[in-house]
């Protein structure tokens, strides 16, 4: 599937890529919806019904991704309302492998994110991911999400990349629509980010399971 002698550089999403994405989705669909109801008296049913609609419409946006935003927007502590269910935060199957034989057999992999610094500072300190990569470029530095084209020309000013020779692993096929507009060659999604959820049967890019089907047949 990857034709791993023309690729120079490797982007990596982390959340639902590198990341299992139950974390995130228990979390804004559970845990947070149930403590903002005991913190304003209501039920579960009435938090989510209040709180859900808010944040689908800030999808694909900047806003949807800021911690801050949401603390301040909700009226919570969102990195301490986190912190509550941190042990859910893990890799996805095969993910630490994979990260372990490119960094032994690729010079450059970036970790280029949706995540604020806030989530990035919670999830590298528990998984450690950020020694296997030579760089993080979160699109809150940026000031644009990467489903934007904007985000794709700001990392190309701070890790220049050629986009006939860069793969990008991603779970979210805006985003990969986005980087196939910029010119990005090399395309991959994952049709299980999230652990506890069916495999996604339709998608529009190249998908795995496991990260090993990219991998060499004779890897070392």
Known sequence: MIDWQSIETVLLDMDGTLLDLHFDSHFWLEHLPLRYAELHQLDAA???????PQI???????????????SERLGVDIVALKKEIQHLI???????DFLQWL?????????????DRKSLALKLALTGLDAYVEQIVSSADC???????GYWEALQQVVPFDPQTT???????????SAERYGIRWLITINQPDSQLPIRQ???YPAV????????????
């Open 167 to 177: 793969l990008l692993i991603d779970d979210n096929e805006d985003v990969l629509a």
């Open 143 to 149: 000031g644009i999400p990467k489903e934007e084209q």
């Open 103 to 115: 960094h032994q057999a690729h010079p450059r992999v970036i970790l280029a994110t949706n995540a």
């Open 56 to 70: 689908m419409a800030e999808k694909g946006q900047l806003n949807w991704y800021s911690l801050d935003y949401w």
């Open 90 to 96: 893990g890799f996805r199957a095969d993910a630490l």
């Open 202 to 204: 339709l998608t529009e």
């Open 209 to 220: 399971t496991r990260f090993a089907e990219l991998e060499p047949v004779n890897r070392p």
């Open 46 to 52: 009435s938090a989510k019904a209040e709180l859900i």
